[in-house]
């Protein structure tokens, strides 16, 4: 297994828009089991494949306090199930440091393929249901700062352009 490299805004390859999967094989599998092992390692709950620069529509959860449930979707798709709306301080592994307040629907229905390419479907409220809505918008090359205002989305953008900047000349 391998830790992937995670790919920080603004970089534009996080806007690339993922395609679907066409066969769960091998290479999926691997895929699949590189991005738990980066999630862990990073000790996120959640990763799109288009963070770690690979354009396929591949997302793995965890939501679990032992880091021993993951949740894999391949090709997921998700519909809204209610008008209501939940708000939760959302972060992501490609804007570290950053926590803004989100609002999405409450509760969505998820059709997706398993790691074995069987489809299945779920529904999901709470924080799954932010997750999976999080990580589906990274498949469709949108970012979490993409919901804020120009001025926040800005600054979070020149305060990562400077760290960045500052582990380049750190080498
Ligand atoms: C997306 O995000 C998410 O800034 C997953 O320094 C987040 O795993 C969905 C992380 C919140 C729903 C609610 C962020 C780790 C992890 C950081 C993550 C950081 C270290 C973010
Ligand atoms: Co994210």
Known sequence: ????????????????????VEVVDGRIQTLVRDMLETMYEAEGIGLAA?????????VV??????????L????????????????????????PGFYEEI?????VKIHALNEQGEAFETEAEG???VCIQHECDHL???LFVDYLSNLK?????????????MQQRAG
């Not at 288009?50 to 591949?58: A, F, G, P, T």
């Not at 959860?61 to 993951?70: A, K, T, V």
């Not at 989305?153 to 900047?165: A, E, F, S, T, V």
């Open 127 to 129: 924080l799954l249901a």
């Open 61 to 70: 959860i965890d939501l679990s306090d032992e880091r021993n449930e993951p």
């Open 103 to 107: 609002t999405r629907p409450a509760r």
């Open 1 to 20: 297994m391998t830790v992937l490299n995670i790919l920080e805004f603004p970089d534009k390859r996080l806007r690339t828009v993922a395609k679907p």
């Open 72 to 95: 894999v979707f391949i090709n997921p798709d998700i519909t809204p199930l209610t008008d209501e709306e939940f708000s939760y301080q959302e972060g992501c592994l490609s804007v």
């Open 153 to 165: 989305r800005d600054r979070i953008q020149r305060k990562l352009d400077k760290i960045h900047r």
């Open 50 to 58: 288009s963070q770690v620069d690979v354009h396929e529509r591949v």
């Open 140 to 142: 469709a090359g949108k």
